[in-house]
């Protein structure tokens, strides 16, 4: 009796699941058209590398990934897709940066974007001013191949080895976004394959709906297989410098007065402006500076709690004189720190931490992250309230925090990609690492800051936003949600795209 009861167990068992699995994938991949089965892959390996990502918070098993060798391959997926009477959510994966299952889909199809670079199919075209460039392309190899005809792109992540198309999707920012905009502002043109499969090319003047649409769009209205990147002559050097405060209105007044180009001419005027936090808290990164500076570092930080960093880039094929770039500035005295460093070896500075944390361990692990758009009028505020408030009483190490101001003006406010209501506005990113037993003390943190941030109306905007009802994401956009809506039904009107942004579905 009993081995008859356990079998009617299990038999009870199997259909259970066969009936959620069928309830959950009303379609089959034997469906689709021959061409395209081949490209389908349901590996478990294959799936679980798609079902997480740089983040490793968010965890979604897509149905498959599918591996495309051309664009038409793409096309023909989606067009599968839409033409099923319930269609399969479809997510671009680049690199898989995001943090949040922006790249995911449950039970869906993720196109791993990498795949189109297998065939030597030469995806990235330098010309005399563009470079022609692969949505799965990777800004490291943008930059290696504009090199070598000495031109570079002009506006840059933090961060080289993240795709073009995921950046694009975002907007793309770092200390020269105040010189040239975010990357979605040097884009000259983009072949797009729509929510409806159609291959179509882009630009301000043809097709700007969806050009527009899609620079910062978050991967709702297409899959983007090819940008024109604006170029422009490439340096040789850089002068790197760091500047201490113990100051917030010393250090905010310096960075706005360096990003306004006022009464400093072009010769002196720097190519990049950030700034970042160094709080007691361990670990106190100071592996930018001399040992023997380390000490007195040391007991600034200690006496002041929070010392604000300044870092200013000035390129140079002849060495300047750092006495004038820093002419009128009111850090520490004293407390002025320098490295003379090649060109690339400054734009890809961030891959050398990720090559010591990942041999530490400590790269593959959760990544609680959350990134600002503060306006200049609240970002005192903001440091009263958020960093000397919260991250500084709560004493959960902030890992690595970052603020600098940036202007509005560089932005195209046709496109998709949101910033608050002012000219002058502050990135402000809080890039934690930590431990899974210690990641909802920084889930928590986060939330109370953005509960702070709305309590006192600080007019702030996420980046690479992380929403949760539909009213968030309305507020996130604000006086741009309606247009949104309307790209949105002209471009994917079955939503099948990017539901990992969770804007749609
Ligand atoms: P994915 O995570 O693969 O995708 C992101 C979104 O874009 C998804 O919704 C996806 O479906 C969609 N998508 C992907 N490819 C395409 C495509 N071809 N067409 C349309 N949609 C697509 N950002 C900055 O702006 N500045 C920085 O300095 C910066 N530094 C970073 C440093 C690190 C270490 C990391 C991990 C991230 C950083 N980011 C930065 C964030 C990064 O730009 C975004 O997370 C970006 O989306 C990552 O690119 P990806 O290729 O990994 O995108």
Redesign the pocket.
Known sequence: TSYFLLSKTFIILLCLIHTIESQSQPWSPLDAPKELLQMLIRDPFTLSLAST??GHIIHQTPFAVFAPSSIQDISKLIKFSNSLPIPFTI?????????NG??MTNDGVV?N?TELNNNNNNRIVVFDDYVDVG??Q?WIDVLHASLEKGLTPLS????L??????????????GQTFRFG??ISNVHELD?VTGEGDLVTCSTKKNSELFYA?LG?????????RARIALGPAPQKVKWLHLLYNNFSAFSEDQEHLISFNGINESNAPNYVEGMLLLNQPPLDLSFYPETDRPRITSLVTQYDIIYIIELIKYYDINPEIETLVEGLNFVPTYIFEKDVLYEEFLNR?HSD?VTLRQQGLWDIP?P?L?MFVPKSRIADFDEGVFKGIILKQNITAGLAIVYPTNKSKWDDNMSAVTPNEEIFYVV?L?RTTGFDKLEEFQIQNQQILQFCKDVGIGMKQ??PQMKTHEEWVEQFGHKWEVFEKRKAQFDPNKI??P??GIFN
């Open positions: 990502d740089f997510a671009a994966r680049g690199r898989g940066h995001s943090v922006q790249s196109v974007m949505g799965e990777i840059w992540t933090d961060y080895y993240l795709s073009v198309g995921g950046t694009l999707s975002n907007a793309g920012i770092s975010p990357q797009v899609v769009g978050l991967g709702q209205f297409g899959i983007i297989t961030v990720e990544h992250w990134n990113s890039l980046y690479l795209l990017s990992g942004q």
